[in-house]
């Protein structure tokens, strides 16, 4: 493999060229008349008349011939120095394709080869990873892989210092959320909350200063609905006093007089007829009653109630 690369290193390419020598004969003297012969006809010196008609014509098909033989003499000279240029192509195409088939099967190789050396380095990193991770318990999840650590240049020094400096951002920040926590549950314990859904809030991010102000604020809302519950019970219960009273009332009103019967008010039963009472003897007797300084007013209201109650009397001024 060594002679190999030493006989590609020492290949060359070299190309030995000549630089092709085209010289036009006679073409200042060329350049001379043509200019001579524009000047003539474009300066108005040359006139087509009818006597000098048939030379213009003849100049005219001469110069054609000219540029004509002119052009193609270019196109031929061209092609016959591009001859080279064009076998020259030809075999550099030729070498680039060989050099093409050589490249694509070494870097194809090359790079898996580069692949398995990132492949194992990969392993080896991991198990620094795992290693430290497993030291300082923690979890493999925790740590952010870099991809710079699988480059050549990486160092296990390297590598090492990066993890460590994550891990103590990881430990720095579990101190401040157990810290957070611990606020978080003896306030909630002081306060006579339970203290597990305020302790997600700190790990979703929120400060325990932020969760302590939402505590207050759910304990105030729970003291309003507690005195609104207190208060509607208070009025619930007035209400079935008052209905009770009512059922009370009623039960005591459903034996009535009606038509000097006593009914069932729910039933409509007779209960009880005046007429089959067993009504006492009523005993009459005389009674002399003394009132002392009377009015006359006072005397008149006497009379009126003793006559409406059906007392039989007699009045006698003293």
Known sequence: MTSKQLSVQDMKF???????VIEIGGLSEMKAKLNELAEFYEGGKGTITSKTFKNDKNVLASIRRLRT???????SIKREINKPVDEFEGQVKELTTILDGVIDPIALKVKLFEQA?????KKHVDQLVASLVKENELELGQIIFNPKWLNASSTDKKVTDEINEQIAVIKAEQTRLEGERLIITNYAK???LDA???????DDGKSAAEVIKLMDKAREEAKRKAAAEAERQKKQAEYEAAMAQLEADKQQAQVIELND????SETGEILESPAQEDVPEIQTIDVTLELKNVSSEQTYLLKDFLTDNNFEF????K
Request: glycine share 2%; aromatic share 2%.
């Open 117 to 121: 050396q990132k492949d194992e380095k």
């Open 190 to 192: 002081a306060v006579e």
């Open 14 to 20: 070299p190309v030995n060229v000549t630089p092709a």
């Open 196 to 202: 597990t859904g305020w302790l997600a809030m700190v």
């Open 314 to 317: 007699t009045m006698v001024q």
């Open 261 to 264: 019967k006593k009914l069932d």
């Open 69 to 75: 033989e002119i052009d193609d003499r270019r196109i």
